[in-house]
């Protein structure tokens, strides 16, 4: 079965520092998706990137930097230089291509002035 | 253009009551997923609706709860005799396609904040 892992519970950060998000899976498919979600305060998720398994690029979109690496079966997102707006929990999740999109627990992010 | 958008936004009931939880996808949008998010807690897959096909309910918790999707377009997730245990927020996503042959990004609405007293 699929799972996705988010070690870390709680992060907390002080404005521009860097800050890294990991997100450990487990599948047995060969082809499968990545994903990470932002959910701020407001409660509604945003979507920030989708990644499948044969693309192993790093993708980076403004602070924002995905290191996707199979042989670890790691997806870590890391933020640089936060801002207090970057506070919010983020989510890692997993799909195998069918309906059951897995979600991990969820990082909560807490970036301070 | 819009997103999904889900009503209520809140909804406090009484232990034993029905309740009905909308949610409008994203136009054009032929897949449809209902989560749930318990406090402090990743989401919790319920069902999927893709087009005219038969849903996937396989992540539903219980016989008590169930849920349609008319003209292929709106949903309506009911749970009946409410327990407290089902204290949660409730998300719905859209996406454009869903299927197995490319997993599609699901959009989330706000969700509705359901509190069973």
């Known amino acids: 079965a699929q799972k996705v892992t988010q070690a870390q519970t709680e992060i907390s950060v002080v404005e521009k520092e860097d800050v890294t998000l990991d997100c450990v899976y487990e599948?047995?498919?060969?082809?499968?998706?990545l994903f990470w979600y932002k959910q701020p305060p407001s409660g509604e998720l945003v979507f920030l990137i989708r990644r499948n398994s044969f693309d192993e690029q790093n993708e980076i979109s403004g602070r924002y930097s995905w290191n996707f690496q199979k042989s670890t079966s790691s997806f870590n997102f890391t933020i640089t230089a936060s801002q207090v707006v970057d506070s919010a929990v983020y989510f890692c999740?997993?799909?195998?291509?069918?309906?059951?999109?897995?979600f991990g627990a969820g990082t909560r992010l807490t970036v301070k002035p | 253009g819009a997103g999904v958008s889900q009503s209520p936004s809140n909804k406090v009931t009484e232990k034993g009551k029905d309740v009905e939880l909308r949610c409008d996808p994203i136009?054009?949008?032929?897949?449809l997923y209902w989560y749930r998010q318990s406090l402090g807690q990743g989401l919790e897959f319920l069902i999927y609706f893709q087009g005219n096909s038969a849903p996937d309910k396989s992540g539903l918790p219980s016989d008590r709860f169930s849920a349609e999707r008319t003209g292929g377009s709106v949903s309506t997730l009911t749970i009946q005799r409410t327990q407290q245990e089902d204290s949660a927020v409730y998300l719905c996503?859209?996406?454009?396609?869903?299927?197995?042959?490319?997993?599609?990004?699901?959009?989330f609405g706000p969700g509705t904040r359901l509190l069973v007293l």
């Open positions: 599948t047995r498919d060969t082809t499968y998706y």
């Open positions: 136009s054009g949008h032929t897949a």
């Open positions: 996503a859209s996406s454009l396609a869903g299927g197995t042959l490319d997993q599609e990004t699901q959009y």
């Open positions: 999740a997993l799909s195998e291509g069918n309906n059951d999109m897995r």
